[in-house]
């Protein structure tokens, strides 16, 4: 499973787009050096510039419920 950061680095690729692409368009939302920080994993960032970064990409976040495991039984 993706983590978000590498998530948002592989729709970078995939759209052929680098992180100075990526840093102009969410360019007087976001300052250039904390995209930069957070996509190299320098630093962690707020949700909302995560969210930011996310949509400029064209990325959502969604839920899914993992399958419940089978309980071991007892020994009795």
């Known amino acids: 499973m993706l983590d978000i950061r ?3 680095l592989k729709q970078l690729g995939e759209n ?7 840093a102009k368009r969410v360019e007087g939302q976001v300052a250039r050096r904390t995209v930069y920080a957070y996509l190299r ?3 962690d960032s707020l949700s909302k510039t995560v969210s930011i970064l996310l949509e400029a990409v ?8 993992r399958a419940k495991r089978p309980r071991k039984e ?3």
């Open 58 to 65: 064209g990325l959502t976040i969604t839920t899914t419920k």
């Open 41 to 43: 994993g320098e630093e």
């Open 6 to 8: 590498q998530a948002i």
């Open 16 to 22: 052929g787009w680098t992180i100075n692409q990526l």
């Open 74 to 76: 007892q020994n009795k």
